[in-house]
T-cell receptor, first 112, second 114 residues
Framework: DQQVKQNSPSLSVQEGRISILNCDYTNSMFDYFLWYKKYPAEGPTFLISISSIKDKNEDGRFTVFLNKSAKHLSLHIVPSQPGDSAVYFC???????????FGKGTRLSVIA | EPEVTQTPSHQVTQMGQEVILRCVPISNHLYFYWYRQILGQKVEFLVSFYNNEISEKSEIFDDQFSVERPDGSNFTLKIRSTKLEDSAMYFCASIFGGLNEKLFFGSGTQLSVL
């Protein structure tokens, strides 16, 4: 059962443009959503999160949008930089008290 | 910056053999986790550990799996009799408080069962 879905396995974007990574979830009990970034040979690192009481959270070049009615969230990176090339995982939890449920990840390639 | 350390980075074993994956969580963290990622699949939760006992485990974490904190620094995952389908990247993670928000992950152990 895929409670958290990232339907795009890969995405290629030109440097300076916007990267949009999408994530859908099925479990309506999820109320906290996170994005992790993973470089090769490293573990995932926390990037940004959003609570279900908000619909947007911004941190520098990274913005996460949450559409609860559609059970959809997205990560926007603008402007994209070559160093952003990594695998991005969407994750969700119920009030942070249940283990994170991850998606399969989207590999972002930012081309100079 | 403190980090979660995992050893070895790669482990190759024969089917049916026992393996122990080792992790040193960040020193003041209290909650410890094992996740795994089979190639091309999602990162899956295996087990969480707090106060020297398992607090939660997934369906994957059957009797072949066990975890231990043998001393004040190490956190180990043992697979008693490995199967081909256990081949995956295993990630250890830790956090000071119970919330999952900013789990700190190690760089993983790639387990290959032949």
């Amino acid at each position: 059962d895929q409670q958290v879905k990232q339907n795009s396995p890969s995405l290629s974007v030109q440097e300076g443009r916007i990267s949009i990574l999408n994530c859908d979830y099925t479990n309506s009990m999820f109320d906290y959503f996170l994005w992790y970034k993973k470089y090769p040979a490293e573990g995932p690192t926390f990037l940004i999160s959003i609570s279900s009481i908000k619909d947007k959270n911004e941190d520098g070049r990274f913005t996460v949008f949450l559409n609860k009615s559609a059970k959809h969230l997205s990560l926007h990176i603008v402007p994209s930089q070559p160093g952003d090339s990594a695998v991005y995982f969407c994750a969700a939890t119920n009030s942070g008290n249940t283990p994170l449920v991850f998606g399969k990840g989207t590999r972002l390639s930012v081309i100079a | 910056e403190p980090e979660v350390t995992q050893t070895p980075s790669h482990q190759v074993t024969q089917m049916g053999q026992e393996v122990i994956l080792r992790c040193v969580p960040i020193s003041n963290h209290l909650y410890f986790y094992w996740y795994r990622q089979i190639l091309g699949q999602k990162v899956e939760f295996l087990v969480s550990f707090y106060n020297n006992e398992i607090s939660e485990k997934s369906e994957i974490f059957d009797d072949q799996f066990s975890v231990e904190r043998p001393d004040g620094s190490n956190f180990t995952l043992k697979i008693r009799s490995t199967k081909l389908e256990d081949s995956a990247m295993y990630f250890c993670a830790s956090i000071f408080g119970g919330l999952n928000e900013k789990l700190f992950f190690g760089s993983g152990t790639q387990l290959s069962v032949l």
